[in-house]
């Protein structure tokens, strides 16, 4: 039996973190993970250059059932902390556009840096190891690999469910479970929207075609960025971040002309175009495939002249905010996180601990907050596991 003072299920983001706050406060740690190599979602985070995290973070960029639970962990270790580490690795870096800061080689010098610290910290990692047992019998106990690791302190980072074929799985949201954490239901977040019938119908053409949009669900943030039309409907930065607020059976919005008044346009030109048909006029503002698609399935006849104004003014206010109601998101297969998760109230929001299970630990994506798009879900993953590993 090997005693050790806290044992990191999950060598992702946040286990890591944890592992290297705790060593470097000299605790014996072993981290355990049944994929054959550390920060998998890392690697393939950011498109290869891990979009690390975000100079904007604060708690509204988050979704939570208690919206104010991650102020605390993300006030304690906050984005200039990460940056530090990354220039103390001197790892070269870039501020894309809001806010998110990227590597300008690739992904790989994240983890390289988290493990030159973990090695630093003394943290022990076993990869491609299989858990076989994890109990309380007084202190925690895991089997893994047929070795048995008991320890004062146990956290749980095994993520969340999305991208299943790459590993993942509900490992921590179970042993809470038995641990008698409550869980917040689990969805896709962040991930692309189906449509069927007839949106379908005018979607799928224009698969692969972008445009810049504001997307909103209800009274929910707006979201300037781009949308990508895809042949199973919308997906882009705007779509993502809108899909983790939007509703099962519920329309969110997008604004195809961000800035314009688009009634007063389509108005104007009738006065100055009146020999133009409305998709030619469509064409003056938007890609020639949607101007092409909308004008077909908005208008008929073929002068502006011809329309009368209720119906140009109709048209406007789609662009302005068009009613899109999805018939579903593509899946964990394709969302970039899990949203729901262990529920924050049973936790201490300083160090992400069980307020009922001494010792018991859960970080990173494992626990109901999610962030947008942008490098906000990492610096929760930072955030969380370093207060974790702060009071282990
Ligand atoms: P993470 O998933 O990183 O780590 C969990 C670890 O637990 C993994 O190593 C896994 O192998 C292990 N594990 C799982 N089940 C286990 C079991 N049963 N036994 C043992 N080990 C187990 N975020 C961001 O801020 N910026 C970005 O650029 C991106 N980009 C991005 C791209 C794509 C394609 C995806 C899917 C996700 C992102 N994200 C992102 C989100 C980000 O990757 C995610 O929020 C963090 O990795 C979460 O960190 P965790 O440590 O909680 O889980």
Sequence with gaps: MEHVDAIILGAGAAGLMAAIAAGRRGRRVVVVDHAPQVGSKILISGGGRCNFTNTGTAADRFLSANPRFARAALHRYKPSDFLALVEKHRIPWHEKTLGQLFCDNSARDIVAMLLAECQAAGVTIRTGVRVTEVSKPGRFRVVANGRETE???????????????????????????????????????????????????????????????????????????????????????????????????????????????????????????????????????????????????????????????????????????????????????????????????????????????????????????????????????WASGWCAGEAI
């Design 151 to 381: 320890a004062p302190a146990l956290v749980l980072a095994t993520g969340g469910l999305s991208i299943p074929k790459m590993g993942a799985t509900g490992f921590s949201l179970d042993l809470a479970r038995r641990f008698g954490l409550p869980v917040v239901e689990p969805r896709p977040g962040l991930v692309p929207l189906t449509f069927e019938g007839e949106m379908l119908e005018l979607m799928r053409p224009l698969s692969g075609l972008s445009l810049p949009a504001v997307a909103r669900f209800g009274k929910t943030p707006r979201f300037p960025e781009a949308v990508l039309f895809t042949h199973r409907g919308l997906s882009g930065p705007a779509i993502l971040q809108v899909s983790s607020y939007w509703q099962p059976g519920q329309a969110f919005s997008l604004d195809l002309l961000p800035g314009q008044d688009p009634v007063a346009l389509l108005l104007a030109r009738k006065q100055s175009r009146p020999r133009a048909e409305p998709r030619t006029v469509l064409g003056e503002f938007l890609p020639q495939r949607l101007a092409q698609a909308l004008g077909g399935a908005w208008f008929t006849g073929t002068e502006m002249a011809n329309q009368p104004d209720r119906a140009l003014r109709a048209a406007g206010e789609k662009l302005r905010a068009l009613p899109l109601a999805p018939s579903g998101t593509e899946g964990y297969a394709k969302a970039e996180v899990m949203l729901g998760g262990v529920d924050t109230a049973v936790l201490h929001p300083d160090t992400l601990q069980a307020r009922s299970v001494l010792g018991l630990f859960v970080v990173g994506e494992a626990v109901d907050v999610t962030g947008w798009l942008g490098g906000y879900n990492f610096q929760w993953a």
